[in-house]
Structures are given as structure tokens and as C-alpha cells.
């Protein structure tokens, strides 16, 4: 499936903003509220923190395989990209709609959670919340269509605020001396679940924290060295998402035991309430907000990428190739928005977000094998930077992943089967543009 446009994007970013896009497209509202949750399931210090570690190492170790696909393979749309050229234009195709499923959903909630937040801070502007949510996606959308420098600027000022308000409330947790509480009873003893249904759980809330970690692949064609700005992009921008989210859950159970934050729905704004006093909610909500814009301006930016890909290849329209003089893929980006919009008034994510985690280990997973797949059919493929201990690092991450994605079917049951039945749909859908491909 070739592409006759000759529709380029421009080499404008560099190091700074893959840090700041990993950073920004990494770190949301998921850390100021998953403690709680993963409290409630799991109910010990050191099992919680080992598994913000073990999320942490799997990352590092997807890291590693990614700087050698994105650098060897520097195109707009990251992982669809490998697993094509591993494995041909049906993967290629199921995988690449696949990740912009996952990655089109976030841009809609990021929205409609920055709407809420600010009702807490304006509550007068309660009934106005979708008004609000619309506000931001406007605004993002035009930011991003008057140019690439432009959102890349803002990622990296909003990264760089982001990481400074998590490091303050951190060391403002760790300067906390401590009293005793009562423990809070728990609704879902992680006992009464079962470990493994509750190990699972969790690592799927943590990896969908987590996700997000290999942001900078997306704009790789963008990248004016992919070469070294890609590998130190990931291992920078990862290694500084691991450190502070181990140190947050380490920070929050300094101030309030396990059994005291377990099932809460916003751990960040217990914790801050008995550090901060009553201005607690008020600070944790301002943290919330300066987190959220950071990750939607990433969230903006990534989804058109991935179409911008697809349609290069035929995957969608010819027109999505289209860029406009500011470096923007300007079709796919307003097609991306409009898909937001709607979801914005449906309204409902969480189905959709566990939904979006399971595609996005099942790309990681694709992705680890064609890297392997890569290396025996294109051993001479220019390889600027090479996996260290391949393949053993490599076959961990595919291992990881297999039983991620078992222990995912397991607790999560009802969208793997979902994910099974638009597997199957998908292939006649395929034929038919590969049929209209030809034809063209």
C-alpha cells in the first residue's frame, strides 16, 4: 500500500521535547487516585511499592526494544509501524487502529476532568462543566493546528511545572512527622478476592499509569536526531516517571498507613488534607489541573500521529496525510478532535480506559516480537541503536507481556472478548480498503 502525496512532516523537534512529551504524556490523575485503589486490593506496604517497581522495570525493559524499532524505523505512528514491516499490512493495520483506539480516548476524559477540577475550585460554575471540557479541546485544537513548535513549547513549560509540583508535594509528605490513625474499613479485602485476581488488578491499574511511557515514538519522523534523541529520550523520561511514582506511593503511605488510604478514591487529597490542613483539596486539585493540561497537550498531539500513519499507508483516508504550514497533520488532528467531541458528550470512560490498556500492552507485546522478527528477516537494516542483551531483554518483555495479558483476560474477562470479536471484524474491513487501494 504505497502513498502517492508527498505531504511531509517536519524535523522540528529535538530532546527536550521527547523528555517533556514522555514526562507530560505520562504523569496524570491516575497517580493521585490509583494508590487507593491498589491499597484496597492488595492491603501491604511492601507488595504495592514492589509492584510500582515491577511496572517500572517492565517499561525500562519495553524501553529498550523501542529505541531500537523507532530508531531503525524513525516514522510518524511508532508501534504499527514495526509490526507491518515484521509482519505485513494486516498487522500493520489491526495494530495501528488498535493503538489509536487507546490513544484517542484520553484527549475526551482529559477534558471533562479538567472541567470538573475547576467546578471544585468554581463551584458557581457547576452546570457548565461540558461547556468547560468543550473550552479545552477547542483551545488545544487551535493551539496544535498553528503549529508543531507551538505545542511543542507548551509541552515542555507544562512538564517541567508538572514535575515541580509532584517533587514539592513529595518533599512536603516526607517533612510530615506523622501521627497515628485509625484504620479505615476496606470494602475489597484483597484476601477475600484472591492474590492473583489482586496482583493483576493492580498491575493493570499501575501499566495504565504507566502507559504513555513511549510517547516520543509517535513523533519520531518529527525528531530532527532520532538516532540519539529517541534512546535518551526513553530511558530519561522513564526513569524520572519510575522515581517519582515509586517516591509518591512511598510519600503517601509515609503520611497515612495502607489500611488508612485503601479504596479512597483520591489518595492525593487524604493525604494533603493532614499535611496541608483544609487548603489540602484546594492544593491537590491545582496539582491535578497543572497535570491534566500537560497530558492533554500530549494526548492532542499523539492520536493525529498515528492517523497521519495509517493514512499514509492506506490504513484511511488520503487526506489525512495532509500538513498544514505549521508542521501539523491538520486532517487527522480535527478528525481526532471530533472523535473527542463526541466522546466529551457520551461521556463515559473507565470501561473504556481498561479497554484501551489491554490494546495498548497487546501493540507492546506485537511490537517485542517484531523486533525479533526484524533482526532474522533485515539483519542488515541500519540499527543506530541496538537492544543491549538481546535477545534475552527482549523475550523478558514478550514473557512480561504474555502473562500481563493472561492475567488481564483473567480479571478482566468481558473486553478481552470484546477485543477477540473486533479482531475478527476487522479483517473484512481490511480487505475492503485493500481492495480500494488497488483500484487507486
Known amino acids: 500500500m504505497k502513498n502517492t502525496n508527498n505531504n511531509q512532516l517536519k524535523k522540528s523537534l529535538g530532546l527536550s521535547f521527547g523528555i517533556a512529551v514522555l514526562i507530560g504524556g505520562t504523569i496524570g490523575v491516575g497517580i493521585l487516585r490509583t494508590p487507593g485503589i491498589i491499597a484496597g486490593m492488595l492491603d501491604n506496604y511492601w507488595l504495592i511499592i514492589a509492584c510500582w517497581i515491577f511496572g517500572g522495570i517492565y517499561i525500562l525493559i519495553g524501553a529498550n526494544s523501542y529505541a531500537e524499532l523507532a530508531t531503525m524505523l524513525p516514522k510518524a505512528g511508532g508501534s504499527y509501524n514495526y509490526i507491518k514491516r515484521a509482519f505485513g499490512d ?63 513549547y507548551f509541552q515542555q513549560l ?148 498515528i492517523l497521519f500513519g495509517l493514512s499514509r499507508d492506506g490504513f484511511f483516508i488520503q487526506k489525512g496525510t495532509k500538513i498544514n504550514k505549521g508542521g501539523t497533520p491538520i486532517i487527522a488532528l480535527l478528525v481526532s478532535s471530533l472523535i473527542s467531541l463526541l466522546l466529551i458528550y457520551i461521556g463515559s470512560f473507565e470501561v473504556l480506559f481498561s479497554f484501551g490498556t489491554f490494546m495498548s500492552v497487546i501493540v507492546w507485546g506485537l511490537a517485542y516480537c517484531s523486533l525479533i522478527k526484524l533482526r532474522n528477516k533485515e539483519p542488515d537494516l541500519p540499527r543506530p541503536y541496538r537492544s543491549w542483551a538481546y535477545p534475552w531483554t527482549t523475550i523478558l518483555a514478550i514473557t512480561a507481556t504474555i502473562a500481563l495479558l493472561t492475567g488481564f483476560a483473567y480479571s478482566d474477562t468481558k473486553n478481552f472478548v470484546i477485543i477477540l470479536v473486533i479482531s475478527v471484524l476487522s479483517y473484512p474491513v481490511f480487505l475492503l480498503l485493500n481492495r480500494r487501494n488497488k483500484k487507486e
Open 90 to 152: 494486516y498487522a500493520g493495520f489491526l495494530s495501528g487502529w488498535f493503538d489509536y483506539i487507546a490513544n484517542s480516548v484520553p484527549p475526551a476524559f482529559y477534558c471533562i476532568v479538567i472541567s470538573e477540577y475547576i467546578v471544585i475550585l468554581f463551584p458557581s460554575l457547576e452546570s457548565q462543566t461540558t461547556v468547560i471540557a468543550i473550552a479545552f479541546l477547542i483551545a488545544f485544537t487551535v493551539l496544535h493546528v498553528s503549529g508543531v513548535k507551538n505545542g511543542s
Open 158 to 305: 507544562t512538564s517541567v511545572i508538572k514535575v515541580g509540583v509532584f517533587v514539592a508535594l513529595i518533599v512536603a509528605c516526607f517533612m510530615y512527622s506523622g501521627v497515628q490513625f485509625n484504620p479505615i474499613e476496606k470494602d475489597t479485602p484483597f484476601f477475600e478476592m484472591g492474590i492473583l485476581f489482586g496482583f493483576f488488578k493492580s498491575l493493570q491499574l499501575i501499566i495504565g499509569t504507566y502507559d504513555g511511557w513511549y510517547a516520543v515514538c509517535f513523533f519520531a519522523e518529527e525528531d530532527k536526531n532520532p538516532s540519539k534523541n529517541i534512546p535518551q529520550s526513553l530511558y530519561t523520561g522513564a526513569i524520572i516517571v519510575i522515581v517519582l511514582y515509586v517516591l509518591i506511593n512511598t510519600a503517601f503511605f509515609h503520611v497515612l498507613p495502607v489500611s488508612a488510604l485503601a479504596n479512597s478514591p483520591l489518595v492525593a487529597a487524604d493525604v494533603a488534607k493532614v499535611v496541608f490542613g483544609t487548603n489540602g483539596a484546594i492544593i491537590v486539585t491545582v496539582i491535578a489541573i497543572f497535570s491534566l493540561i500537560s497530558i492533554l497537550n500530549a494526548y492532542m498531539m499523539i492520536p493525529a500521529r
